[in-house]
């Protein structure tokens, strides 16, 4: 596999995303980088900082279907998803808010092809080793931080009301990913809200403790996206890269402390420490399987219903018609 690197998840993880994606749909074109049909085809995705693309990034996953894969990795989705409305990945992966945007107003550019990582239980609510905090009730009057332009911020949202309690019974501190373990340890947080694989590098180095999951608040599932002009010229290549992802999925289920080494290794190699045992921790708490399910969804149409609400879209996409399933059933030889 051939990586490359460029700098270029209710309501609110939403409605920060959807502002920059609508720009970025209305100037994007549908030029391809991959043309060449049959044995050997070249395939591109828009990959991401999460531990399932870093397994990717591993091995040449694709060689065993004599597929040239190329991961460009993306520090967001939002990026990805440009990229791949630009023409400049084949295939991308993409939560549920740039999602929306883009199958309000662009639907015929996409297919959905499979569901890559979902699962509340990738976000954890933190606490420090010492904290009293014991059950939900406690977090009232409490300071949390999150980033609230994240999904972590939007499932927390779902969990607070689970729980009888609301975000106006906490108060949110503003903070990014990487400053959730300073922000606990300082005492400027009783709670940070982090996502894998911040979440288990945070515990195993014993920064913090797990007072939760929002593992019940929904599946805030990433899917696997392509471009829908490309793929009906490419059907052999894709079904091949899906082959591909199925393959890491299967190794990070059946041995997360194999692929939690080569995560570390593609981390290290990239100038990052994280331990295996933490990647393979944090792959643990990561849901994989490619089927796009009803409550996935369902849970889109939720997300988008408020958009509706807010003016932001004008009705709720038809999320079953972006679903292609063809490319998956061949790929797992039903």
């Given at each position: 596999?051939?990586?490359?690197?460029?700098?270029?998840?209710?309501?609110?993880?939403?409605?920060?995303?959807?502002?920059?994606?609508?720009?970025?749909?209305?100037?994007?074109?549908?030029?391809?980088?991959?043309?060449?049909?049959?044995?050997?085809?070249?395939?591109?995705?828009?990959?991401?900082?999460?531990?399932?693309?870093?397994?990717?990034?591993?091995?040449?996953?694709?060689?065993?279907?004599?597929?040239?894969?190329?991961?460009?990795?993306?520090?967001?989705g939002?990026?990805?998803?440009?990229?791949?409305?630009?023409?400049?990945?084949?295939?991308?992966?993409?939560?549920?808010?740039?999602?929306?945007?883009?199958?309000?107003?662009?639907?015929?550019?996409?297919?959905?092809?499979?569901?890559?990582?979902?699962?509340?239980?990738?976000?954890?609510?933190?606490?420090?080793?010492?904290?009293?905090l014991?059950?939900?009730?406690?977090?009232?009057?409490?300071?949390v931080?999150?980033?609230?332009g994240?999904?972590?911020?939007?499932?927390?949202?779902?969990?607070?009301?689970?729980n009888?309690?609301?975000?106006?019974?906490?108060?949110?501190?503003?903070?990014?990913?990487?400053?959730?373990?300073?922000?606990?340890?300082?005492?400027?947080?009783?709670?940070?809200?982090?996502?894998?694989?911040t979440?288990?590098?945070?515990?195993?180095?014993?920064?913090?403790?797990?007072?939760?999951?929002?593992?019940?608040?929904?599946?805030?599932?990433?899917?696997?996206?392509?471009?829908?002009?490309?793929?009906?010229?490419?059907?052999?290549?894709?079904?091949d890269?899906?082959?591909?992802?199925?393959?890491?999925g299967?190794?990070?289920?059946?041995?997360?402390?194999?692929?939690?080494?080569?995560?570390?290794?593609?981390?290290?190699?990239?100038?990052?420490?994280?331990?295996?045992?933490?990647?393979?921790?944090?792959l643990?708490?990561?849901?994989?399987?490619?089927?796009?399910?009803d409550?996935?969804?369902?849970?889109?149409?939720?997300?988008?219903?408020e958009?509706?609400?807010?003016?932001?879209?004008?009705a709720?996409?038809?999320?079953?018609?972006?679903?292609?399933?063809?490319?998956?059933?061949?790929?797992?030889?039903?």
């Amino acid at each position: 596999m051939i990586n490359r690197f460029t700098k270029r998840h209710k309501s609110t993880a939403i409605i920060a995303a959807v502002a920059m994606t609508a720009l970025l749909i209305s100037s994007c074109g549908t030029s391809s980088p991959a043309e060449v049909e049959g044995a050997g085809e070249e395939i591109t995705y828009g990959g991401q900082k999460i531990v399932p693309d870093l397994v990717f990034r591993a091995k040449d996953w694709g060689d065993p279907y004599d597929l040239k894969l190329e991961q460009i990795r993306f520090p967001s989705g939002g990026e990805a998803f440009a990229a791949l409305l630009a023409g400049e990945v084949n295939v991308s992966n993409g939560g549920s808010g740039r999602l929306i945007t883009v199958a309000a107003q662009r639907p015929e550019s996409i297919s959905l092809i499979a569901k890559w990582q979902f699962g509340g239980s990738r976000y954890s609510l933190l606490t420090t080793p010492e904290s009293p905090l014991a059950q939900p009730s406690d977090l009232k009057g409490k300071t949390v931080a999150v980033d609230n332009g994240s999904g972590a911020y939007t499932l927390f949202q779902v969990w607070l009301e689970q729980n009888n309690l609301s975000i106006d019974d906490v108060t949110v501190i503003q903070t990014k990913i990487a400053a959730i373990g300073a922000a606990l340890q300082s005492g400027s947080a009783d709670v940070g809200i982090a996502w894998e694989p911040t979440a288990s590098i945070l515990v195993e180095k014993k920064l913090a403790e797990r007072f939760t999951t929002l593992e019940d608040a929904g599946q805030s599932p990433n899917f696997l996206i392509v471009d829908k002009a490309w793929a009906s010229n490419h059907r052999e290549a894709l079904v091949d890269f899906l082959r591909a992802a199925i393959d890491v999925g299967n190794l990070i289920k059946e041995d997360p402390a194999k692929a939690g080494e080569m995560a570390s290794e593609v981390n290290r190699a990239e100038g990052v420490e994280a331990s295996a045992i933490a990647l393979a921790d944090a792959l643990r708490h990561i849901n994989l399987d490619p089927e796009i399910d009803d409550a996935s969804l369902d849970e889109l149409a939720r997300l988008a219903e408020e958009l509706v609400d807010l003016k932001k879209i004008d009705a709720v996409p038809d999320f079953a018609a972006l679903v292609d399933n063809t490319f998956l059933q061949e790929a797992l030889g039903e």
